[in-house]
T-cell receptor, first 110, second 114 residues
Framework: QKEVEQDPGPLSVPEGAIVSLNCTYSNSAFQYFMWYRQYSRKGPELLMYTYSSGNKEDGRFTAQVDKSSKYISLFIRDSQPSDSATYLCAGSNTGNQFYFGTGTSLTVIP | EADIYQTPRYLVIGTGKKITLECSQTMGHDKMYWYQQDPGMELHLIHYSYGVNSTEKGDLSSESTVSRIRTEHFPLTLESARPSHTSQYLC?????????????FGPGTRLTVT
């Protein structure tokens, strides 16, 4: 069983839509979580970092962690064509070694 | 934008050649990592370092080796490249302060072994 599962998509939405990206994880000891955005042929760019359960908001992005169901989410409000990318989730129990999902490909259509 | 650099960005090389992928960061981070990324697959950790003269193998078995002689530099070496080594290699770094775990990635090196 993979440590982190993520639906690869692809996901296609119209500009301005609210996007919900989701991951599940198997290790109940995970308490550190990250979301990355990766454009084609680029390295991943850190979007959000959260510790334990709860929500964290940064501009149009909200990260949510539900440890009871081992479910992590990233919401993007007012999506823009520039948000078109692959989004990676990651989790860790120690904060040192992170386990990554396969990424969800998102296209925002103008 | 993170100050972490990788060279070369693209490399095409023949089987059996020795190659070194360079990674350097100017943020003073103690922790550095090498990941392998293939299309449609998750990032796999192949090596990591928590400081100078500290290196460990990650979860993914790899025929590569690393060294950490300077804080800012974490090169990865393949002694004899094979087509199975064709992949994207990503370097990352993070601080070692307690509770600070964000990893910042370089742009990657796309390696093709013919």
């Amino acid at each position: 069983q993979k440590e982190v599962e993520q639906d690869p998509g692809p996901l296609s939405v119209p500009e301005g839509a609210i996007v919900s990206l989701n991951c599940t994880y198997s290790n109940s000891a995970f308490q550190y979580f990250m979301w990355y955005r990766q454009y084609s042929r680029k390295g991943p760019e850190l979007l959000m970092y959260t510790y334990s359960s709860g929500n964290k908001e940064d501009g149009r992005f909200t990260a949510q962690v539900d440890k009871s169901s081992k479910y992590i989410s990233l919401f993007i409000r007012d999506s823009q064509p520039s948000d078109s990318a692959t989004y990676l989730c990651a989790g860790s129990n120690t904060g040192n070694q992170f386990y990554f999902g396969t990424g969800t490909s998102l296209t925002v259509i103008p | 934008e993170a100050d972490i650099y990788q060279t070369p960005r693209y490399l095409v090389i023949g089987t059996g050649k020795k190659i070194t992928l360079e990674c350097s960061q100017t943020m003073g981070h103690d922790k550095m990592y090498w990941y392998q990324q293939d299309p449609g697959m998750e990032l796999h950790l192949i090596h990591y370092s928590y400081g100078v003269n500290s290196t460990e193998k990650g979860d993914l078995s790899s025929e590569s080796t690393v060294s950490r002689i300077r804080t800012e530099h974490f090169p990865l070496t393949l002694e004899s490249a094979r087509p199975s080594h064709t992949s994207q290699y990503l370097c990352a770094s993070s601080e070692s302060a307690a509770g600070v775990n964000e990893q910042y990635f370089g742009p990657g090196t796309r390696l093709t072994v013919t």
